[in-house]
């Protein structure tokens, strides 16, 4: 095949680096698109990882059939396993944390301490809900950022996944007013403000559906009556979000409703 590009403008190994580009964008897109649609039937943190496995053994196997079509993979060879004893050791150190990671990613993968969409919690306090896996680490999204933590470390830890096996999660909201408050009144408003927030979701089964929880008069306190209602959410919506978005609602459909909320004060008499 080299003969016929001896009387040629076009090198034999630069069109034969042409082909091999072109064989791993051809095995890349097939990869991508096999696991689209595998993802369409059921999307999982193992399909996720194993596509960009998939990926990086087609770029890796791509990069060492050029080597050997050029005749370098000999040369190559002897380059990473020729070398003196201390190359070799810091390779081999450099190679130890890659390896432990995709290993641990596997693992992970495999048995699904958690998957995308999960709300988890590490030992070491780092929590929020789980948006991705890669070769080498998980991406949790927090509040107010983004956490990245490698597979190794990750795979190490004591987990706390607040979704494992369930299909909505719920906080105990509690609000107060004055105690001048028309308590059926109050307990309208506020049921009408969580159902209307974005975040909140039916969650009572009952012989008529799903529907929302009831508010209840829970008790006097000191300067306030205390009302009180179950609100639920599916397990990928953030808690610190529907959690703010109710308390917002609520604040605002009282005060639109003249009822007061009422603040601890003190009256200061001078005689």
């Known amino acids: ?31 991508r698109l096999a696991f689209k649609k595998l993802q369409d039937r059921q999307n999982g943190l193992h399909l996720i990882f194993f596509r960009k496995f998939c990926a990086v053994v087609i770029i890796v196997g791509g990069i060492i059939l050029a080597f050997s079509l050029f005749g370098g993979l000999d040369e190559m060879w002897k380059m990473m396993l020729g070398g003196t004893a201390i ?5 081999a150190i450099a190679a130890q944390d890659v390896i432990d990671d995709i ?27 789980v ?44 609000f107060h007013v004055a105690y001048n408050t028309d308590v059926e009144k109050a307990i309208k408003v506020v049921r009408e403000a969580v159902m209307k927030c974005k975040g909140t979701i039916p969650g009572i089964k009952t012989e008529h559906g799903e529907e929302y929880a009831p508010v209840y008069f829970m008790a006097y306190e000191d300067s306030s ?15 610190e979000v529907v959690i ?28």
């Open 1 to 31: 095949m080299t003969e016929l590009f001896k009387n040629h403008d076009v090198p034999f190994e630069i069109f034969m680096a042409v082909i091999v580009v072109a064989v791993i964008w051809i095995l890349l897109v097939i990869n």
């Open 87 to 91: 190359i070799s050791a810091l390779v």
């Open 103 to 129: 290993l641990s990613g596997m693992m992970i993968s495999l048995y699904k301490p958690f998957e995308i969409g999960n709300r988890i919690e590490l030992e070491d306090g780092t929590a929020g809900i």
């Open 131 to 174: 948006k991705d896996i890669t070769m080498r680490h998980v991406v949790i999204h927090a509040p107010f950022n983004e956490v990245v933590i490698p597979n190794s470390r990750i795979n190490t830890m004591s987990i706390k996944n607040y979704s494992y096996h369930i299909e909505l999660r719920s906080f105990l909201a509690t």
């Open 225 to 239: 009556l205390r009302f009180e209602t179950r609100v639920f959410f599916l397990p990928d919506v953030p808690s």
């Open 244 to 271: 703010s978005d109710v308390n917002i609602a609520v604040n605002k459909a009282l005060r639109e409703n003249g009822i007061e909320i009422p603040y601890p004060y003190i009256n200061i008499v001078k005689h």
